[in-house]
Structure formats: C-alpha cells, structure tokens
Nanobody, 123 residues
Framework: QGLFVESGGVSVQAGGSLRLSCVAS????????MGWFRHAPGKEREGVAT???????SYADSVKGRFTISKDDAKNTLYLQMNSLKPEDTAMYYC?????????????????WGQGTQVTVST
C-alpha cells in the first residue's frame, strides 16, 4: 500500500494557526480523492476535509470556516490550513486517498494512508 508523509503538526496555543502538508511518494492518477482525517484519544476517527480531482471541497461541520484543504498536483502535495484552532482539534491528523471520481466520508473506502502528524492545541 502506498504511503504519504505528513508534516506540520506541532503544539500550538488556542486561536493559533498551523498548515499541515502531505507529500505523496509518487504522482497519482487523476481519479483520486484526497482527504484529511483525525483521531483523538477516546474518540472515533473522523473525516475533516476532502478534495476531489477537480478541486471540489467538503468539510466537517466542526471545522467549516476555520480549515481549508488544498492541493498542488505538480508537487504531489496535499495541504490543510488550520486557523482559529481549538483544544478539541487536538488529534493525530492523517492524509488519505481513495480511487474514484468523487469523495466520501467513509474511512473504509480510502485505500492509502499516511503515518499521521500530531496536532496539540493548548488552552
């Protein structure tokens, strides 16, 4: 299974900003959906944001207006800009990809996963 390398996770104060990056080891075909998921202790892993091949994005209600997902196909890189961070955003963040022309929120349908990067938001 192909992997991605996430970076950018760090401890930050509430209200601060971070930009996460996910670099693919190789270019992918055009029919892939990319997404960010997060997993906090004691909680189920949840979808944060997705972006399809055409750049159409979707966001979890909890992050709308605060997070922005984007990608640079030429650099094989996925980004997550995180603003106005809250303590409840503390989690391990993973990038993932699935084969298909559209995105879903079901983690079971994603084929490739990175190792994750830890984001900790202090009160």
């Amino acid at each position: 299974q192909g992997l991605f390398v996430e970076s950018g996770g760090v401890s930050v104060q509430a209200g601060g900003s971070l930009r996460l990056s996910c670099v693919a080891s190789r270019a992918m075909s055009s029919n892939y959906c990319m997404g960010w998921f997060r997993h906090a202790p004691g909680k189920e892993r949840e979808g944060v944001a997705t972006i399809d091949s055409d750049g159409f994005t979707s966001y979890a209600d909890s992050v709308k207006g605060r997070f922005t997902i984007s990608k640079d196909d030429a650099k094989n890189t996925l980004y997550l800009q995180m603003n106005s961070l809250k303590p409840e955003d503390t989690a391990m963040y993973y990038c993932a990809a699935r084969r298909g022309w559209s995105c879903t929120w079901s983690e079971a349908e994603y084929d490739y996963w990175g190792q994750g990067t830890q984001v900790t938001v202090s009160t």
